[in-house]
């Protein structure tokens, strides 16, 4: 694959439950670039469970710079029921110069419809910084059952959307959650984005095309939790145009950056 590709759903540090083979940053990034990744959005699983997300975003934005400058766009988290979660999104956007941060809504024990999460979405709509919600970190069948957690719940995003015409969403995870007219509904409502990594199905993309505008479709590997060949294929064996191919891969998240 020649194209520049930009993936916008990849996460560096370990997974709480078990080991992945491409947990190492370095052969993170050695895989990310032999399969022609030109930019990764990378969050840090550290998010899910430390309380001291300060130090969770550090960590982040020094292992994108030792392994990964050029190719490791770093996305801090912020969780809105700490203390000190202001200054938390405060530093991603001034001190690190973030482009986006990461919410883990359903990990950090929160609704969309929290008034915490109205005053994040306003600060982060200020500052023109790009909201990533994970709606889904693991299959409920094969999470560790000391650590069951549901899907988030994103319906309440609606109201928002509405008093922030211009705050830009981008949903992870969400293809297995989200029923497809719930998904077509948050598009039509604001600068809502979709990502490609919990696609199913032959044609997968081929398919969320008849649901979603093609301008919301983004690139998504969820990479190391997936693997990130099988991201790859989803491109490659869904019946796209060239067009359709390239604002998939690149045009749609250059845009978001622009804006």
Known sequence: ?????VDVNVYLSRWPCRRFPHDEPQRLVEKLRASGVSEAWAGSFDALLHKDIRAVNA????????Y?????KPVGAVNPQLPGWRDDL?????????????LHPNYHGYELSDR????LVQLANERKLILQIAVRMEDTRTQHPLLKVA?????????LLQQYPNLQVIFLNAMRSLPSQQSEQ???SGKVFFETAMLEGVGGISELLQTLPLDRILFGSYFPF??????LLKLRESSLGGIEREAIMLRNSEKLMRE
């Not at 990964?68 to 490791?72: D, P, S, V």
């Open 186 to 188: 948050l598009a039509g």
């Open 90 to 102: 405060e530093e991603c956007h001034s001190r690190y110069q973030m482009h986006a941060i990461r």
């Open 59 to 66: 960590r982040l934005v020094e292992l994108c710079k030792k």
């Open 68 to 72: 990964g400058k050029g190719l490791l």
């Open 226 to 231: 997936f693997y990130l060949e099988s991201a």
């Open 1 to 5: 694959m020649n194209q520049r590709l």
């Open 151 to 159: 899907d988030v719940d994103a319906a309440p995003l609606l109201d």
């Open 116 to 119: 915490s999460l109205q005053e």
